[in-house]
C-alpha cells in the first residue's frame, strides 16, 4: 500500500505515526514544505514571554524519528497539485526547484490552516508579522527586541495570550478588535468583563469595537495602527485574526464548506474514496448542533489524525464529533469553555436557558480557598446541556472535560445535578460544584412537567 501524506504538523504527525505502526509494510511517504514538523503553536506565547527556554521542547517529533518509523520524510517539499481520482500528486523540492510527480493508493490530506491576512492599506510594511509557526515565533522574538509599541489585532485566544506575554516582556500594549469584547466566540461577558480588567489593571490598552483601517510607516517599517476610531503607535503589529484551512489542492475535487474546510464522513475519509483529511484543514461535527462546523484546534487535529489511520483501510472507529472545549491562563485567572456560549446559542436558533453559580470551591474551614464562577447554557424543553464555562484564580480548569463529556452524551441538567462526583475537603464540598451547577441550572428555569417528559423521552430514545 502506498501511502503519501501532504502536511507534518499535528494531524499528520499523528496520522503517520499510527499508520507506520498499523501498517508495517506500507510505503509512506510525507510531503512537508517547511523546515520542521510536529511545531506546537500553542507554546508561541509562551516562548515569546519567555516561560519557556529551550524552543526544542516545542517540538516532538522529527524527520529522524519518521525515519525509525520506515516513513520517508521529504522536508522542503511543496506539493503543488492533487488528482484525487486519478491518484497522482505533483511536488516541487523548494531548495531546487525540481518538480516531480508521485502516485498513491491512499492520500492523507493534512494540510492544515494559514491566518486570514485581511487586505489594508500598509499591510506590505516591515514588523507586521503572523503567528502560526516557528519562524514566526522567532521573528517576534526578534523584532520585539528593540519595540516598545507592540499591537495585537484580534482578541481570541491567541492575541490575548500574546498581549500577557508582551506586557510581562515591559512593551506598551494595545489589542485591537472590532468586537466589543474580548474573547467573544469563548465565554460570555460575566467572564470576558473581568478579564478584560485584569489586561486594563496591568496597563495593557484595550481598543475594542474598532475596526482597523490602514496602517501607517516610515522607511518601510509600521509606525501606526489607523482604526474607525483613532489611531494606535505600533512598532510592531501581530495579525491574530483567524485562520482559514489550507485546501486549494483539493478545491472542486472532494466537498467542502463555503469556507473551503474539507468534509469528511465519520471515519475521516473526504467525498473521493482512498482520500482521507484530518486537523485544520476539515470541518467537523459540532456536537452543541449536530452540524458541519470550522473549528481549528490542536485536540481536533490529534484525534482525527489518529483516526485517519484507524479507519484507512477499513472503517472501524467513528469520530465522535467535539465540543470545541478550549481553556487559557491569563494572569491568575484559569478560563475554561466547552461548547456553546450563550450569545452562539441564541444566534443559532436555540432556545435556551442560562444559569451562573458562583462559590468557594472547598470548605472554608480549610486554611486557603478561591472563589470559583460557573455558568451553564442548556436547552429549555430538552433540558440538554449545550455549553458552559468557568474560571477561578485556582486551577479547575479540568472541571471543562466532564462538562464536556456531558455535552457529548447528551446529558440533562437534572443529571448533572446527582451525577456521581467524589468529595473531599482538600478538593471541593459534599455537593461538587458541577452538582452545585446542575442545581442552579434547575433553579434558575424549573422543567414543567411536560418537559420533564420530553426531556425523559429524548434520554430513552438516545440510550435504546
Ligand atoms: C499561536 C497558536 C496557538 C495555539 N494554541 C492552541 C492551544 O492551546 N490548543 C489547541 O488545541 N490548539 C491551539 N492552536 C491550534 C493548533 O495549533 C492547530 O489546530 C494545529 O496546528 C492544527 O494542526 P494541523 O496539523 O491540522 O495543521 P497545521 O498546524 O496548519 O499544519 C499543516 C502543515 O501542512 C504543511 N503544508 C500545507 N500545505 C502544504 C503543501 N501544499 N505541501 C506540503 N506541505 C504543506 C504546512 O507547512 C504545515 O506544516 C494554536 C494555534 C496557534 C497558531
Redesign the pocket.
Known sequence: MKIAV?????????AIVRTAKLYPDAEITV????D??S???????LYVGGVVKDPDGLFYSSPEHLMTLGVKTRMR????NVNAEGKTLT?RNLENGEEFDDTFDKLIV??????IIPQFEGIELDNIIL???FN??NMIIEKAKTAKNVVVIGAG??GV??VEAFEMNGKEVTLIDAEKRILSKYLDAEFTDRIEDSLMEKGITLALDEKVERFEGKDGKVQKVVTSKGEHEADMVIL?IG?RP?T??LKDQVDMLPNGAILVDNYMETSVKDVYA?????AIRYNPTGKAAYI???????R??TLVALNLVEKKIAYMGTQGT???KIYENNIAATGMIEVAAREAGLDVAVATFEDNYRPEFMPEYEKATFKIVFEKDSRRIVGAQLMSKVDLTQSINTLSVCIQNKMTVEELAFVDFFFQPHYNKPWNYLNSLGFAAMDAQPASEAEERAARSVKEQTNA
Open positions: 501532504i502536511g507534518c504538523t499535528h494531524a499528520g504527525t499523528a510531503y512537508e514544505r517547511n520542521n514538523i511545531f506546537l503553536s500553542c507554546g508561541i506565547a517539499h511543496e506539493v503543488l511536488v493534512t494540510t492544515g490552516s494559514w491566518p503567528s502560526k509557526n514566526h515565533s485566544y491567541i495570550e500574546l491574530c485562520f489550507n486549494e489542492l484530518a486537523g485544520d484543514s476539515c481549528p484546534l490542536a485536540t481536533n487535529a490529534v482525527m489524525g478550549s481553556g487559557i
